[in-house]
């Protein structure tokens, strides 16, 4: 059973960065995608990232293209999300997910971790 647990939340103003790590323990070899979904009060769970253990090939959200980018490490068994520009409006609750194949779904993704808060103040 792979699990997953992210880390990196925080609170930062407007136009500042921060980075979250997702580290996967378990069985990992067969996981196919990892991907970043956010939740905002009130708001559905939406994609933000994804990408792919084996060949590295990303897939972004048009809210977070060009200031967000993911990045695996294989031998560490992590992906992380550096997060730049941050805007008031990316403010939610970040969860780390693992599925078996590519997409935007959250439905593709059946391994979530806890979440991690990121707050941006205007």
């Known amino acids: 059973q792979v699990q997953l647990v992210e880390s990196g939340g925080g609170k930062v103003q407007a136009g500042g960065s921060l980075r979250l790590s997702c580290s996967a323990s378990?069985?990992?070899?067969?996981?196919?995608?990892m991907g970043w979904f956010r939740q905002a009060p009130g708001k559905e769970r939406e994609f933000v990232a994804r990408?792919?253990?084996?060949?590295?090939?990303?897939y972004y959200a048009d809210s977070v293209k060009g200031r967000f980018t993911i990045s695996r490490d294989n031998a560490k068994n992590t992906v992380s999300l550096q997060m730049n520009s941050l805007k008031p409006e990316d403010t939610a609750v970040y969860y780390c997910?693992?599925?078996?194949?590519?997409?935007?779904?959250?439905?593709?993704?059946?391994?979530w971790g806890q979440g991690t808060q990121v707050t941006v103040s205007s």
């Open positions: 997910a693992a599925g078996d194949r590519p997409g935007t779904s959250e439905i593709l993704y059946d391994v």
């Open positions: 378990g069985r990992t070899f067969n996981r196919y995608t």
């Open positions: 990408i792919t253990w084996s060949t590295g090939i990303t």
